[in-house]
């Protein structure tokens, strides 16, 4: 890495320190407040209803699990009258709550800038998260602020040149909250996303020591290059046979003389799964092959599941023992006195959180991709109400998403209390 003065770094810092504190004061780390700042499209005239208060609405019904546009217009006109009220919905001249018509809100859904209103709840949900950069240098290994990029198709919808929209997107490991969002180009894909989307999200959350874990659909020189010289942030990425010559490297390395640098054993799901890394510092052909590789590791996972069988015209089954084995190269900018071990596979592992806790809720939970939502905006807005459903859920403290919509569904103080809002003082005639 090239030679940067201290004072210089500090002072970059400070500014984007200064700029995030300022996006967390125009959302106000309130959920209304933060709406009340995406663009309205609708013309001044005649608007009766804030798109503050119906996107307020609108992800208190997803909170509730309505996961179509048609459930969510018929959870607000049946919705609690003091939950609507808590949600800034418009009282009538005789102090009554009218909710919005459902054809306000669909209108709503079709002229909305869909990148804005998700850059605005990626800004919300980061203030909520406190992301702030990490002062360096580090004395000793330690955990450090770590985000996931990765991307996912959304099949449901189409977009204007008739292919399936995808999105490319960025989820803090701790709490698994989507923090930036943009699509994908129909003439391009997630790898010259992928600097932008950390640009943009950089001038919100400075990202300066935080880690950023990649698939190996983005191990490149140039995002090794882009993270750490531009952002002054580190990578751990995974190196798989679309870099031949880096991945050929890695795995002509002598590992089996290398000990066990951290061992892990879980079991649940009718499964035990044992993990082992094996790390080294990178050897100087490594380094001189991808930009600022501080170490080099490989990751073991054996598996050992329980599998039920039964044979042909035999009504008795038979329990058989399963066992699989994985195995996978990783390259890192981490220096063993930034990360020992055991923080490179929580690294690793915690990357495919954006996958098991963001993608698999979405698609299971919320029926994603059988959604009927497909054309204009509509489809990229409900991703976003979903995805900061799900991460308000996590940043509350609650684990278990469905059984959490369920309790949600009963209890309107629940709802209120997630979404980071009070009842309002009920108005009597």
Not at 108 to 117: C, H, I, P
Not at 150 to 159: H, I, L, N, Y
Request: proline share 6%; glycine share 6%.
């Amino acid at each position: 890495m090239p030679a940067v003065s201290m004072p210089a770094v500090e002072a970059a810092v400070e500014e984007l320190v200064a700029h995030a504190v300022s996006m967390h004061a125009a959302s106000g780390g309130d959920l209304l407040r933060c709406f009340a700042s995406v663009p309205d499209p609708r013309d001044p005239r005649g608007i009766r209803h804030s798109l503050a208060s119906i996107l307020a609405m609108c992800t208190a019904a997803v909170l509730c699990g309505r996961a179509s546009i048609d459930d969510i217009t018929a959870w607000i006109g049946a919705a609690d009258r003091g939950v609507l009220a808590g949600l800034g919905c418009r009282r009538n001249a005789l102090g009554l709550i009218t909710p919005p018509h459902p054809e306000t809100i669909t209108r709503v859904f079709t002229e909305l800038g869909a990148q804005a209103l998700a850059g605005h709840a990626g800004v919300f949900l980061a203030s909520r998260a406190r992301l702030t950069p990490v002062s360096f240098p580090i004395d000793a290994p330690a955990w450090l602020p770590a985000i996931a990029v990765d991307g996912k198709a959304v099949r449901g919808a189409t977009g204007p040149d008739g292919l399936v929209p995808y999105l490319l997107a960025a989820a803090t490991h701790t709490n698994c909250a989507v923090i930036a969002e943009s699509l994908i180009g129909p003439k391009t894909n997630e790898v010259p996303e992928f600097a932008p989307l950390l640009r943009e999200l950089n001038q919100h959350v400075p990202l300066s020591g935080h880690v950023i874990t990649i698939d190996a659909g983005h191990t490149v020189r140039a995002h090794a290059i882009f993270l750490c010289e531009e952002l002054a942030a580190h990578y751990v990425m995974t190196v798989k046979t679309n870099t031949p010559t880096l991945f050929a490297a890695l795995d002509a390395l002598d590992w089996a003389a290398v000990p066990i640098g951290h061992q892990s054993t879980e079991t649940g799901h009718g499964r035990t799964e044992k993990r082992t890394v094996q790390v080294i510092d990178a050897p100087d052909h490594i380094r001189s092959m991808f930009p600022h590789a501080a170490q080099v590791f490989l990751i073991e996972r054996y598996v050992t599941r329980k599998v039920r069988k039964r044979r042909n015209n035999s009504r008795r089954y038979t329990t058989t023992l399963v066992k699989t084995a994985v195995a996978a190269l990783c390259i890192t900018s981490l220096s063993a006195r930034e990360a020992a071990p055991k923080h490179l596979a929580g690294y690793v592992r915690g990357h495919w959180s954006i996958e098991n806790k963001i993608h698999w809720v979405r698609d299971v939970t919320y029926h994603e991709d059988a959604s009927r939502v497909r054309t204009a905006s509509r489809p990229r807005i409900m991703v976003t109400l979903r995805n900061l459903a799900i991460g308000l859920i996590r940043q509350a403290g609650h684990t278990k998403i469905a059984a959490t919509i369920r309790k949600i569904q009963n209890d309107p103080h629940l709802l209120l209390a997630i979404l980071g809002l009070h009842p309002a003082p009920r108005v009597t005639s």
